[in-house]
């Protein structure tokens, strides 16, 4: 069953369009990749799905219409963006930035033992609790980010180049743990990532954007198969 389905979606900044007419859905449970080269509109894409840029068309989540919502109403429905830049608050602690994900949550049990989910998942964040956030490493702030989207208790991980600026040993590290997160927690995630081979590993469906358009979508087996994908993204 699609938990989301995106129709016709197009999106803005100031008078310039940037997407031209989407249409892809994503699976309850599922992995879902967006592939594409700088400026094809990735990025916009989840900026849209949040409410954060100007759009039409239209975006049903789990039955729900959400398109044209605001930003907030868009995460209480259970959808966590972790964007590219990983968003740290640099003065609060690695364990106030974890609780500050949290902060629409009324359960303080539930929310404790998630905290300690996200420390299994991330035992150098459990290392590091104390720590200033601004301190961490990339790679640490990285693992920050997804474990700040994870204490939403979200139905829906909206991923924004989770490799940017990892060493190749830390980005597989991350990989594997989403890779975790989907089948333990059955977290729906949709990865936009450069890293094309590795989000091709990990996710069930792709789609590949160009300009504002998907040019191409099927299996990540499909689309890892195709001639003009392993041209183009995967070097061979």
């Given at each position: 069953m699609a938990l989301l389905e995106v129709s016709k979606l197009e999106a803005f900044y100031g008078q310039t369009q940037v997407l031209r007419g989407l249409d892809f859905s994503l699976e309850e449970g599922g992995i879902t990749t967006i592939l594409g080269a700088n400026g094809a509109g990735k990025t916009t894409t989840l900026r849209a799905l949040c409410g954060m840029v100007r759009t039409r068309g239209e975006v049903a989540f789990g039955g729900a219409k959400i398109a044209g919502g605001a930003t907030e109403?868009?995460?209480?429905?259970?959808?966590?963006?972790?964007?590219?830049?990983?968003?740290?608050?640099?003065?609060?602690?690695?364990?106030?930035?974890?609780?500050?994900?949290?902060y629409t949550r009324r359960d303080p049990q539930?929310?404790?033992?998630?905290?300690?989910?996200?420390?299994?998942?991330?035992?150098r964040l459990k290392e590091r609790r104390h720590q200033q956030a601004g301190t961490l490493s990339g790679g640490e702030q990285q693992m920050l980010a997804v474990g700040r989207a994870?204490?939403?208790?979200?139905?829906?991980?909206?991923?924004?180049?989770?490799?940017?600026?990892?060493?190749?040993?830390?980005?597989?590290?991350?990989?594997?743990?989403?890779?975790?997160?989907?089948?333990?927690?059955?977290?729906?995630?949709?990865?936009?990532?450069?890293?094309?081979s590795l989000a091709l590993a990990i996710?069930?469906?792709a789609y590949l954007l160009e300009t504002g358009r998907?040019?191409?979508?099927?299996?990540?087996?499909?689309?890892?198969?195709?001639?003009?994908?392993?041209?183009?993204?995967?070097?061979?």
């Open positions: 109403s868009i995460v209480r429905h259970g959808i966590a963006h972790v964007p590219e830049g990983r968003g740290t608050f640099v003065r609060l602690s690695t364990e106030e930035n974890l609780r500050l994900g949290a539930a929310v404790g033992e998630d905290l300690e989910r996200v420390f299994q998942y991330f035992p994870l204490m939403m208790g979200p139905r829906l991980m909206l991923l924004d180049e989770p490799s940017f600026g990892l060493a190749p040993n830390l980005t597989e590290e991350l990989f594997d743990i989403l890779g975790a997160i989907n089948k333990e927690r059955k977290v729906s995630m949709l990865v936009v990532e450069q890293n094309a996710a069930d469906h998907i040019v191409i979508s099927g299996t990540a087996k499909e689309i890892e198969q195709d001639e003009t994908v392993r041209k183009a993204y995967l070097g061979y």
